[in-house]
């Protein structure tokens, strides 16, 4: 079945960068971009952007240029996310998400990470 | 930007239909997804291009699109159903509600 798992949590440092991975299996990687969202604690999903697998490409959200990089490996069938020069707002759950059949949806999701930026 | 506005919490006894709203701009020109979350978990897809089902999400979950409103209505609602749901929307950028927690009690 389709899964996609992701790295464990991180406790970082202001300043310091993170780098979150989700390794997707049980379907082809490249045929399906990934996206990449953030769920601060008590709040709704938000839509950080995503990355064309097969080309590479990436497309932020407002908010999320500048710091915020999506890369992908197809070797291993697996997407990052890092973060630069972490700010404490950045603590927060980032997930990986499949894009739907469709284009207009998400799913599935991988498990989350939560991310802390605590001095 | 585009906003998608969810009642915060609504309530419904076990074997009842639960409806839930989401309300945006000419929402019924746009595709709307749903998603569960239950506590400490990831969110679920459980409605995508307005009505449509993923594989292994039970029928009593249906949803409707028109006008300003999309809806999604879980029919005989048992308690596994208690969860946070999201809609989403796509307005030159992907768009989510704020939630609505459904209690079943």
């Known amino acids: 079945q389709v899964q996609l798992v992701q790295s464990g949590s991180e406790l970082k440092k202001p300043g310091a960068s993170v780098k979150v991975s989700c390794k997707a299996s049980?379907?082809?990687?490249?045929?399906?971009?990934m996206n990449w969202l953030r769920q601060a604690p008590g709040q709704g999903p938000e839509w950080m952007g995503w990355i064309n697998t097969n080309t590479g490409n990436a497309i932020y959200a407002q908010g999320f240029t500048g710091r915020f990089v999506f890369s992908s490996d197809t070797s291993v069938s697996t997407a990052y996310l890092e973060i630069i020069s972490l700010k404490p707002e950045d603590a927060a759950v980032y997930y990986c998400?499949?894009?739907?059949?469709?284009?207009?949806?998400?799913?599935?999701w991988g498990q989350g990470t939560l991310v802390t930026v605590s001095s | 930007s585009y906003e998608l506005t969810q009642p915060p919490s609504m309530s419904v006894s076990p074997g009842q239909t639960a409806s839930i709203t989401c309300s945006g701009d000419?929402?019924?020109?746009?595709?709307a997804s749903w998603y569960q979350q239950k506590a400490g978990q990831s969110p679920v897809l459980v409605i995508y291009?307005?009505?449509k089902r993923p594989s292994g999400i039970p029928e009593r979950f249906s949803g409707s699109n028109s006008g300003n409103t999309a809806t999604l209505t879980i029919g005989g609602t048992q308690a596994t159903d208690e969860a946070d749901y999201y809609c989403q929307a796509w307005d030159s950028t992907f768009v989510f509600g704020g939630g609505t927690k459904l209690t079943v009690l």
């Open positions: 291009q307005n009505n």
């Open positions: 000419k929402l019924g020109n746009k595709y």
């Open positions: 998400a499949r894009q739907g059949d469709s284009g207009y949806e998400f799913g599935p």
């Open positions: 049980g379907y082809t990687f490249i045929n399906y971009n």
